[in-house]
């Protein structure tokens, strides 16, 4: 079936420093890729949706400055949270499918989960 | 917009009892719709889905239904078991949108008391 791997699945960080988190389509090709942020018994809010060869395009109200997205490859995205702080603490998750109509729904990462100190 | 519901935030059941987990959708125009389950810390895990000329969809003690009329589609767990604990979110996207573009529903948390 299709997965899809993400890391690193636990990060600390102090306030000011970038965290770069990787999503990666193990067994398929993905040209979309999204990211969602969830908060603690919260649902799943998305944040952009990543494209490979162009721009992320970002929901209304996420800083696209603050979450840099970079798509270079079929399966590989990554998300960048530039200067940190405490309150970008979250757990954030990607998600991709090789298919709709292979009726496998949409794959999801581990998730990562955050803190800024 | 899209805006995905549930109409219980928690349900609580014995072991071998059945489950039913009710989700409300606001867009007529959602045509796929699917269940997820998450357990603590981790991602969302696929459990089913269903396109909307169906109405019923069954995977062995999973099932899911929509009725279109009402906008609003059920997870049925048969002989539920403790290892079936867990968060449950609905979610939905019409044709109309970018393909993938999820909306989440707020969550019940299902809890199996052996």
């Known amino acids: 079936g299709a997965v899809v791997s993400q890391h690193p699945s636990r990060v600390i960080c102090k306030s000011g420093t970038s965290v770069k988190i990787e999503c990666r389509s193990l067994?398929?090709?993905?040209?979309?890729m999204f990211w969602y942020r969830q908060f603690p018994k919260k649902s799943l809010m998305l944040m952009a949706t990543?494209?490979?060869?162009?721009?992320?395009?970002?929901e209304q109200g996420v800083e696209k400055d603050k979450f840099l997205i970079n798509h270079a490859s079929l399966t590989l995205s990554t998300l960048t949270v530039t200067s940190a702080h405490p309150e970008d603490s979250s757990f954030y998750i990607c998600?991709?499918?090789?298919?709709?109509?292979?009726?496998?729904?949409?794959?999801f990462g581990s998730g990562t989960r955050l803190t800024v100190v | 917009g899209e805006s995905v519901g549930l109409h219980l935030p928690t349900l609580s059941v014995q072991e071998g009892d059945n489950s039913i987990i009710n989700c409300a959708y606001s867009?007529?125009?959602?045509?796929?719709f699917i269940w997820y389950k998450q357990e603590s810390g981790k991602g969302p895990q696929f459990i089913i889905d269903?396109?909307?000329?169906?109405g019923e969809k069954k995977d062995q003690r999973i099932a899911v239904t929509l009725n279109k009329t009402a906008k609003h589609f059920s997870l049925h767990i048969t002989e539920t078991q403790p290892e079936d604990s867990a968060v449950y979110f609905c979610?939905?996207?019409?044709?109309?949108?970018?393909?993938?573009?999820?909306?989440f529903g707020q969550g019940t948390i299902l809890t199996v008391h052996p």
């Open positions: 998600s991709a499918s090789p298919s709709l109509d292979r009726g496998l729904g949409y794959t």
């Open positions: 067994d398929f090709q993905a040209t979309t």
């Open positions: 990543s494209n490979e060869g162009s721009k992320a395009t970002y």
């Open positions: 867009n007529s125009a959602s045509d796929y």
């Open positions: 269903i396109r909307s000329n169906v």
């Open positions: 979610a939905a996207t019409p044709a109309s949108t970018s393909y993938g573009k999820l909306t």
